[in-house]
Nanobody, 125 residues
Framework: QAQLAESGGGLVQPGGSLRLSCAGS????????IGWFRQAPGKEREVVAC????????YYADSVKGRFTISKDNAKNTVYLQMNRLKHEDTAVYCC??????????????????WGQGTQVTVSS
């Protein structure tokens, strides 16, 4: 069955970097729009970035634009989120999702069919 698994989270100081991975099994990520979402304590889940299945177009939330980069390696069936110059405000549980019908950018949670378990990212000094 289709599954997603995140990895790469952890504790990092402000200004540091982390690379998150979203590995798919049971289906091919290349044919899905893949999104990264996060949820911080006391806040609603918000989109961070997504990459389309059609032409690999990308979307970034204003809060992470210029600091985060989403990419994919079709041979490894994995989508990555490179996070640089991390801030305290980036602390959250990060999840990846797959929109199996998506051909373009999907930025709302209702469009996604499969979700990973999430990985904790903590930015603290």
């Amino acid at each position: 069955q289709a599954q997603l698994a995140e990895s790469g989270g952890g504790l990092v100081q402000p200004g540091g970097s982390l690379r998150l991975s979203c590995a798919g099994s049971g289906f091919t990520l290349e044919y899905n729009t893949i999104g990264w979402f996060r949820q911080a304590p006391g806040k609603e889940r918000e989109v961070v970035a997504c990459i389309s299945s059609s032409d690999s177009s990308t979307y970034y939330a204003d809060s992470v634009k210029g600091r985060f980069t989403i990419s994919k390696d079709n041979a490894k069936n994995t989508v990555y989120l490179q996070m640089n110059r991390l801030k305290h405000e980036d602390t959250a549980v990060y999840c990846c999702g797959a929109d199996v019908a998506g051909m373009g950018i999907s930025i709302t949670t209702g469009e996604y069919d499969y979700w990973g378990q999430g990985t904790q990212v903590t930015v603290s000094s």
